[in-house]
């Protein structure tokens, strides 16, 4: 049987959500320090914010922003957009904070569980996301 989420804001189940995304900007490329009359500051870089934006947008155009209020594990294929070195793990920050911020789940706090791997590369990158219920 496939897997589904109970929703209780929705009352309503659905299947194991997939998302297929740009590559998220590294974490060393999603932060900028600034100073701003003598106090540090961190912000969202513009590189994370237009990733941020392009998630919400895709995530609006397939209907997915379910607010998901449960318990969740998340599978992540990272496909580099060239040969280079990478971290990883550099890629999670923003592919979480997306993806909260578009409405998938309420928090990224509810991910209990991620498996990364890398896939091949392909021209400007991009990560698949399959979002799981816990305890299925």
Not at 46 to 51: I, M, S, T, V
Not at 68 to 93: E, F, H, Q, T
Not at 94 to 111: F, I, N, R
């Amino acid at each position: 049987s496939p897997r589904r989420f109970l929703m209780n804001t929705a009352q309503a189940t659905m299947e194991a959500l997939r998302l297929e995304l740009p590559i998220p900007p590294l974490i060393n490329h999603y932060w900028r320090h600034i100073t701003i009359k003598g106090t540090p500051r961190t912000l969202i870089s513009a590189r994370g914010r237009d990733f941020r934006e392009n998630v919400v947008r895709i995530v609006g155009r397939e209907k997915k922003a379910l607010k998901i209020d449960s318990r969740v594990k998340i599978n992540v294929r990272v496909y580099p957009p060239d040969r280079r070195k990478r971290d990883i793990d550099g890629y999670l920050k923003a592919l979480l904070d997306s993806l909260t911020h578009a409405g998938v789940w309420l928090d990224d706090e509810q991910v209990d569980s991620i498996y990364i791997t890398r896939g091949e590369v392909v021209k400007g990158g991009k990560a698949v996301v399959e979002i799981l219920p816990i305890g299925e």
